[in-house]
C-alpha cells in the first residue's frame, strides 16, 4: 500500500512539473529573448515570476545590476506603503499667543496646481493668526546624489525642500496678451523675467541662470500653444515672498526649534500622491515622498537617513543588496537586479493586499500613463512602471496572461545605441507573446 501511495505521489508531481513547463514554456522564452538582434547588441536582462505559484519562471542576467532609472520610484512607493499613513502630512504647527508657526513637512502638493484640493492653505488663511515659517528642517542637498546639473533648467529635476511651493518650479504658457507665468512675476519680487534683446534664436524657450531665479526670454513672439515648466531655486527669500501671495497674514521666516509636541494638518491622500507620482513618472513626487517619511516619522529630513532605514528594515530579504541613491531615479548610482526588483514587486503586491487598487496606481497597458501607447488591448494585461534614462530603457511590474496567469515581471535594458523605440517595441513584442502563450 506504502508502494502504491508513493508511486501516486510521484506520477502527480511529474504530471504538475509537465504541466507547468508546458504552459510557460521557459526555454521558449530564454530562446526568444537570445535570438532577438535587437536585445543583444546591449545588456539585457529579464526575470518572470508564477505569483500564484511563488516561483520563478525563467532569469537572464537576473542577478546582474542594472540601472534602473525610474523603476526606483517602485522602491520609494514601497516606502510609502510601509511608512506614510492614508493621508499626507501637509505641515506641523504650534500656536504661541496671537501666532501660529509651522514647519514643512516636504509634502509637494501644496500650491502645486495639479492638487485641486489645498486643505492646508485653507486652514493657514482661516486660522486668524499671524503666520510665521520656521525654517531649517531640511538637512540634505537641494539635488540627489549623482544628478546631472546640466538638467537644472529642465522640468523632471526641481530642486527638493522641505517646503515646496507649486511643486518648486514656474509653468510658462502662451495667452493672449503674451506669456504667462504660475506663480507670477511681481515688481520688487524674487522671480525675475528678461528679455534679451539680443538673443532671436530659432525657437522659443526660457531659461534661467543656473544659480539665481533670473529667468530668460528671447526677443522672439510667443507662439501658439507654447508652454514650458522650469525649476526654480530654493531660498528663504523666495518661500517667504511667494507665501506672502498666497497667505495675507504670513509674516516671515524664523528661526524657532520645534518642540517636542506638535499639532499636524494632513493634506491629501496618499493613493492621490502615488498615482501622480507612478502614472507620469514624476521625480519630484517620488524625491518629495522620502522627505514626507522623514518628516512625518520623526527622523532627519534627508534622503540618505531615509533610504538606509527602509533598506534596513524592509528590503534585508531581496535576493542582491539594493545599490539605492534617490526617490525618482534620476541618478546612474542607483542599481539593482532584475530578480530584486520582481521580489519588490511581489512584496508590494503582498503589502496592499488589494490587486485592483495596486492596478489603479501603476500605468496600465493601453489605458494610462506611461503605457498609455503600448500593450494596446481589449482590457489591460500589464501593469508596471517604465523606467527610462538616455541609453536606457526597463519595465518591471504585473501580467495577467489571457489564461489567467499572475506573473511578475522585469525587463531591464543598459548600455544601448539604438532608439529607445526600437527597445521598446520589442520588449512589448516579447512580453506580449508571454501573455498570449502562457
Known amino acids: 500500500m506504502k508502494t502504491k501511495q508513493l508511486l501516486f505521489i510521484l506520477l502527480s508531481f511529474l504530471i504538475?512539473?509537465?504541466?507547468?513547463?508546458?504552459?510557460?514554456?521557459?526555454?521558449?522564452?530564454?530562446?526568444?529573448?537570445?535570438?532577438?538582434?535587437?536585445?543583444?547588441?546591449?545588456?539585457?536582462?529579464?526575470?518572470?515570476?508564477d505569483l500564484s505559484k511563488r516561483k520563478t519562471i525563467i532569469g537572464l542576467n537576473d542577478d546582474k545590476y542594472f540601472t534602473p532609472a525610474s523603476n526606483t520610484k517602485l522602491f520609494t512607493?514601497?516606502?510609502?506603503?510601509?511608512?506614510?499613513?492614508?493621508?499626507?502630512?501637509?505641515?506641523?504647527?504650534?500656536?504661541r499667543g496671537d501666532s501660529l508657526i509651522f514647519w514643512g513637512t516636504a509634502d509637494p502638493s501644496f500650491l502645486d496646481p495639479q492638487f485641486k484640493e489645498q486643505r492646508v492653505l485653507q486652514k493657514l488663511n482661516t486660522a486668524g493668526k499671524k503666520i510665521y515659517r520656521a525654517k531649517g528642517m531640511f538637512t540634505g542637498d537641494f539635488y540627489g546624489v549623482g544628478w546631472t546639473y546640466d538638467?537644472?533648467?529642465?522640468?523632471?529635476?526641481?530642486?527638493?525642500?522641505?517646503?515646496?511651493?507649486?511643486?518648486n518650479v514656474v509653468r510658462?504658457?502662451?495667452?493672449?496678451?503674451?506669456?504667462?507665468?504660475?506663480?507670477g512675476f511681481s515688481p520688487g519680487g524674487q522671480l525675475i523675467l528678461q528679455t534679451d534683446q539680443s538673443e532671436s534664436p530659432a525657437r522659443f524657450r526660457i531659461k534661467r541662470e543656473i544659480f539665481r531665479n533670473v529667468f530668460h526670454q528671447p526677443n522672439l513672439s510667443v507662439p501658439s500653444g507654447f508652454s514650458q515648466v522650469i525649476p526654480f531655486k530654493v531660498?528663504?527669500?523666495?518661500?517667504?515672498?511667494?507665501?506672502?501671495?498666497?497667505?495675507?497674514?504670513?509674516?516671515?521666516?524664523?528661526?524657532?526649534?520645534?518642540?517636542a509636541q506638535t499639532q499636524t494638518w494632513n493634506s491629501i491622500s496618499a493613493d492621490t500622491l502615488y498615482k501622480k507620482m507612478l502614472l507620469p513618472s514624476d521625480n519630484f513626487i517620488a524625491e518629495q515622498i522620502l522627505l514626507n517619511i522623514a518628516a512625518s516619522r520623526g527622523m532627519e529630513m534627508n534622503t540618505v537617513v531615509v533610504i538606509d532605514y527602509v533598506k534596513k528594515n524592509f528590503l534585508a530579504d531581496l535576493p542582491d543588496k539594493a545599490v539605492w541613491v534617490d526617490g525618482s531615479g534620476l541618478s546612474r548610482?542607483?542599481?539593482?537586479?532584475?530578480?530584486?526588483?520582481?521580489?519588490?514587486?511581489?512584496?508590494?503586491?503582498?503589502?496592499?493586499g488589494d490587486q485592483d487598487r495596486l492596478f489603479d496606481l501603476l500605468p496600465q497597458g493601453g489605458k494610462t500613463g506611461t503605457l498609455k501607447n503600448l500593450f494596446k488591448a481589449d482590457k489591460p494585461y500589464v501593469f508596471a512602471k517604465t523606467g527610462s534614462l538616455s541609453n536606457n530603457h526597463n519595465l518591471s511590474g504585473y501580467l495577467i496572461t489571457a489564461s489567467g496567469k499572475k506573473l511578475i515581471f522585469s525587463f531591464m535594458n543598459n548600455n544601448f545605441t539604438r532608439p529607445t523605440a526600437e527597445i521598446r517595441s520589442e520588449m512589448e513584442k516579447l512580453i506580449t507573446q508571454i501573455y498570449k502563450n502562457y
Open 16 to 49: 504538475t512539473e509537465a504541466t507547468f513547463s508546458k504552459s510557460v514554456h521557459p526555454r521558449k522564452i530564454l530562446k526568444m529573448l537570445r535570438s532577438s538582434e535587437i536585445l543583444n547588441d546591449h545588456f539585457t536582462g529579464f526575470a518572470l515570476y
Open 77 to 95: 512607493f514601497y516606502a510609502g506603503l510601509k511608512l506614510l499613513k492614508d493621508s499626507i502630512a501637509g505641515l506641523e504647527y504650534v500656536e
Open 151 to 167: 538638467d537644472y533648467n529642465e522640468y523632471y529635476q526641481p530642486e527638493m525642500s522641505d517646503l515646496p511651493l507649486y511643486g
Open 172 to 183: 510658462f504658457s502662451r495667452i493672449a496678451t503674451g506669456l504667462q507665468s504660475y506663480p
Open 235 to 259: 531660498s528663504d527669500d523666495l518661500l517667504g515672498d511667494l507665501l506672502k501671495q498666497s497667505i495675507p497674514t504670513f509674516s516671515g521666516n524664523i528661526n524657532f526649534p520645534k518642540p
Open 333 to 352: 548610482q542607483n542599481l539593482f537586479t532584475p530578480r530584486s526588483m520582481v521580489r519588490l514587486c511581489e512584496k508590494i503586491y503582498d503589502e496592499l
